[in-house]
C-alpha cells in the first residue's frame, strides 16, 4: 500500500493547457509539501500545507496554485503551461511542519510541455 | 538559506565502507542535518537525521563534528542498491536541496 501516491505519473501536455496533478498520503501525516525537480536534478521545495493551510510559498509564479482539500491530499493545478514548466513534481509528506522529522516523497510525476 | 558543500561524485567498491562527507560553515544551532538519497528514477528517501550528537540507524551511521560545521553520513558496506544521488541538508524548518553527491558502487 503506498504512503504517498501521486496521479498521473506522466503527463504530455502543449504550452498554454491548464493541468493537474493529485496527491494523496495515508500516514496520517499533518504536512504535506510539492517539490519540482528540474532538468539539471535541483530540488526545490514550492510550497506546504500544514493541515490543510499553506505555511510555506516559495516564490512560485501564480499560474501554479495548490489546494488541499483535507489533509491527507494536496493537489497542484497548474494554469497556462510554459515549456520551463516541464520538471519532475514530487509530492511528500511528514508528521508536524517538517522541521526535525522525516518527509516521505512520492514517486513523482513527470510533466513534459511541447 | 542556510547552505550545505558535498562533493560532486564519489566512487566506491561494493562491500567496502563508505564515508560521504558535507560541510556546513553556516549552520545555526537549532538547524537539524537531515541526509536523503535519491535512487534513480525514484522520489528522495529519507536516511538519517541528527542536531548534535552522532546517529545511528539501519541505514547508516551520521558523524557530526563538535563544532557543527560538518558532518559525514557513513555507509558501513556499500551495495550496489546503494548508488544514489545523496543529499545533505540544514533543516531550517524547511528542507532545502543542493546538488548532492553521485555515489557510484562498483562490483
Known amino acids: 500500500d503506498t504512503a504517498v501516491s501521486q496521479t498521473p505519473k506522466y503527463l504530455v501536455t502543449q504550452m498554454g493547457n491548464d493541468k493537474s496533478i493529485k496527491c494523496e498520503q495515508n500516514?496520517?501525516?499533518?504536512?504535506m509539501y510539492w517539490y519540482k525537480q528540474d532538468s539539471k536534478k535541483f530540488l526545490k521545495i514550492m510550497f506546504s500545507y500544514n493541515n490543510k493551510e499553506l505555511i510555506i510559498n516559495e516564490t512560485v509564479p501564480n499560474r501554479f496554485s495548490p489546494k488541499s482539500p483535507d489533509k491527507a491530499h494536496l493537489n497542484l493545478h497548474i494554469n497556462s503551461l510554459e515549456l520551463g514548466d516541464s520538471a519532475v513534481y514530487f509530492c511528500a509528506s511528514s508528521q508536524g511542519a517538517g522541521d526535525t522529522g522525516e518527509l516521505f516523497f512520492g514517486e513523482g510525476s513527470r510533466l513534459t510541455v511541447l | 538559506d542556510a547552505k550545505t558543500t558535498q562533493p560532486n561524485s564519489m566512487e566506491s567498491n561494493e562491500e567496502e565502507p563508505v564515508h560521504l562527507p558535507c560541510n556546513h560553515s553556516t549552520i545555526s544551532g537549532t538547524d537539524y542535518i537531515h541526509w536523503y538519497r535519491q535512487l534513480p528514477s525514484q522520489g528522495p528517501e529519507y536516511v538519517i537525521h541528527g542536531l548534535t550528537s552522532n546517529v545511528n540507524n539501519r541505514m547508516a551511521s551520521l558523524a557530526i563534528a563538535e563544532d557543527r560545521k560538518s558532518s559525514t553520513l557513513i555507509l558501513h558496506r556499500a551495495t550496489l542498491r546503494d548508488a544514489a544521488v545523496y543529499y545533505c541538508i540544514l533543516n531550517t524548518g524547511k528542507l532545502i536541496f543542493g546538488q548532492g553527491t553521485t555515489l557510484q558502487v562498483k562490483p
Open positions: 500516514l496520517g501525516h499533518d504536512t
